[in-house]
């Protein structure tokens, strides 16, 4: 598991994908996480908006990455 910080409290789904290097663009991520690809906490989340916080943890492919 790797851990990605975050500057605020929260932040939303698309844009951790981003921060975190899975996506390249906004687009790419919203394509991965609409097709059901992504992850938060173990369940499948199809909204890129999606709140993420501090100990969140986001599954793509063979990644597993911790919101810190």
Known sequence: MRDVGI??????LGQFLKLAGVAET???GKTFIVSGDV?????V???????LHKGDVV??????LRVA
């Open 7 to 12: 500057r605020d409290d929260m932040i939303r």
């Open 39 to 43: 992850l938060v906490n173990g369940e």
């Open 26 to 28: 906004g687009g790419e």
């Open 59 to 64: 599954e793509f492919e063979d990644e597993r």
């Open 45 to 51: 989340e199809t909204r890129r908006g999606r709140q």
